[in-house]
T-cell receptor
Framework: AQSVTQPDIHITVSEGASLELRCNYS??????LFWYVQSPGQGLQLLLKYFSGDTLVQGIKGFEAEFKRSQSSFNLRKPSVHWSDAAEYFCAVAPGGGSQGNLIFGKGTKLSVKP | EPEVTQTPSHQVTQMGQEVILRCVPISNHLYFYWYRQILGQKVEFLVS????????KSEIFDDQFSVERPDGSNFTLKIRSTKLEDSAMYFCASSDRVENIQYFGAGTRLSVL
């Protein structure tokens, strides 16, 4: 069955430190891949997406993600975390190359930022 | 920036009651979705809607659930007879193409007592 795994439930990093949030997916073909962020009381905001082409994609707020087909991974990175990045981060997959509308989400990783 | 609007932000209801969750998608979007997130669990797809009909639904979306686009702007999710396990955050999303980005609302927290 198609699935998305975010192995880290909760991560704490110091402000200014680098960040990597892991995401692995289980799907035969290359799906469309997304990272969303949810701040308390807010909806899901798209950080970045991968459809095809360059495997390193840039997003908003200084985030980037790298698609690695061999590892079925789409990890999210940021070189220097800001306190305002504290939120919950969701990796999502659109199977069928997006021709199938529904998104499959991981369980999310909650990010805490220490001053 | 256009956004998806959901009302109410929090709905409390008694078990067995009907609830309607409302969403106003982005105005030029054609594809509409409902997802839910039970506390502590992942966001799960419920249903997608296009051209005034359901295009896909998950096994969660049983006969107790229905969706409707009653006019040109609203998109609603109705739960006919709520159960305790329907307590969750419900998210509406919309996109302009099926393969394009889905924009999410802030969600409606449904509490069934």
């Amino acid at each position: 069955a198609q699935s998305v795994t975010q192995p880290d439930i909760h991560i704490t990093v110091s402000e200014g430190a680098s960040l990597e949030l892991r995401c692995n997916y289980s799907y035969g073909a290359t799906p469309y891949l997304f990272w969303y962020v949810q701040s308390p009381g807010q909806g899901l905001q798209l950080l970045l997406k991968y459809f095809s082409g360059d495997t390193l994609v840039q997003g908003i707020k200084g985030f980037e993600a790298e698609f690695k087909r061999s590892q079925s991974s789409f990890n999210l990175r940021k070189p220097s975390v800001h306190w305002s990045d504290a939120a919950e981060y969701f990796c999502a997959v659109a199977p069928g190359g997006g021709s199938q509308g529904n998104l499959i989400f991981g369980k999310g990783t909650k990010l805490s930022v220490k001053p | 920036e256009p956004e998806v609007t959901q009302t109410p932000s929090h709905q409390v209801t008694q078990m067995g009651q009907e609830v309607i969750l409302r969403c106003v998608p982005i105005s030029n979007h054609l594809y509409f979705y409902w997802y839910r997130q039970i506390l502590g669990q992942k966001v799960e797809f419920l249903v997608s809607f296009y051209n005034n009909e359901i295009s896909e639904k998950s096994e969660i979306f049983d006969d107790q659930f229905s969706v409707e686009r009653p006019d040109g702007s609203n998109f609603t999710l109705k739960i006919r007879s709520t159960k305790l396990e329907d307590s969750a955050m419900y998210f509406c999303a919309s996109s302009d193409r099926v393969e394009n980005i889905q924009y999410f609302g802030a969600g409606t927290r449904l509490s069934v007592l």
